[in-house]
């Protein structure tokens, strides 16, 4: 049972340097989310995709980029690292929509540090 | 602005003892209360899900309240042991437009760090 599976779980960068976070699930669902956890605050959407093809932005989408070419698969991508991108990532996906209380499945979460 | 309160910040019991975790929300028009449980390290593990109707609700030794009225939600811990250290957090999804991209933003609560001492 995978479920959703994120990679890497430990990454550092220096700033400017770009990265992709990789997240997959094996449940087939269609809504998936990245969500970005800073301490003693609530996690905050970044991107969300309600299927292959179609992605929108989120609260804090400035600095991120996302593509969701298979129903298995929404890469996070970071194209110039900045100290305030020090956080922790989490994706996570659901079969319906979150509003008729679609459960949500989370990762393990993806610790990035920028330096 | 939608806002989801969570208090105490932190709480230290002892097993076996019994706990109670506050979750008060602004979040307009109201769909849906989550509770979810994160222990250190991990992603959240979702623990209950109440809708509008949905007054109570029980997982094991968790139970959830839900007053919609005063946008008040609880979080019940009966008999704690100590693997029920971890951070409860509370989750309130606003229902959305019924346009065919709309998801149901949900707003998250920072957390109550719970530590069960032996």
């Known amino acids: 049972n995978a479920g959703v599976t994120q990679t890497p779980k430990f990454r550092i960068l220096k700033i400017g340097q770009s990265m992709t976070l990789q997240c997959t699930q094996d449940?087939?669902?269609?809504?998936m989310y990245w969500y970005r956890q800073d301490p003693g605050m609530g996690l905050k959407l970044i991107y969300y995709?309600?299927?292959?093809?179609?992605?929108d932005k989120g609260e804090v989408p400035n600095g991120y980029n996302v593509s969701r070419s298979t129903t298995e698969d929404f890469p996070l991508r970071l194209e110039l690292a900045a100290p305030s991108q020090t956080s922790v990532y989490f994706c996570?996906?659901?079969?319906?929509?979150?509003?008729?209380?679609?459960?949500?499945?989370f990762g393990e979460g993806s610790r990035l540090t920028v330096l | 602005k939608n806002q989801v309160e969570q208090s105490p910040q932190s709480l230290i019991i002892l097993e076996g003892k019994n706990c109670t975790l506050q979750?008060?929300?602004?979040?307009?028009?109201?769909?849906?209360l989550r509770w979810y449980k994160q222990d250190t390290g991990r992603g959240p593990v979702s623990l209950t899900i109440?809708?509008?109707?949905?007054n109570t609700k029980s997982n094991g030794r968790y139970t959830a309240t839900l007053d919609a009225d005063t946008k008040q939600s609880s979080l019940h811990i009966t008999a704690s042991q100590l693997s029920d250290s971890a951070s409860y957090i509370c989750?309130?999804?606003?229902?959305?437009?019924?346009?065919?991209?709309?998801?149901?933003?949900?707003?998250f609560g920072q957390g109550t760090i719970l530590t069960v001492h032996p």
């Open positions: 989750v309130v999804s606003a229902r959305g437009d019924d346009g065919g991209t709309s998801y149901g933003k949900l707003t």
């Open positions: 449940m087939n669902h269609n809504y």
């Open positions: 109440m809708t509008f109707s949905e």
């Open positions: 979750c008060n929300y602004t979040v307009s028009p109201f769909s849906n």
């Open positions: 996570a996906s659901s079969y319906v929509r979150p509003q008729n209380t679609g459960e949500l499945f």
């Open positions: 995709s309600v299927g292959a093809g179609i992605t």
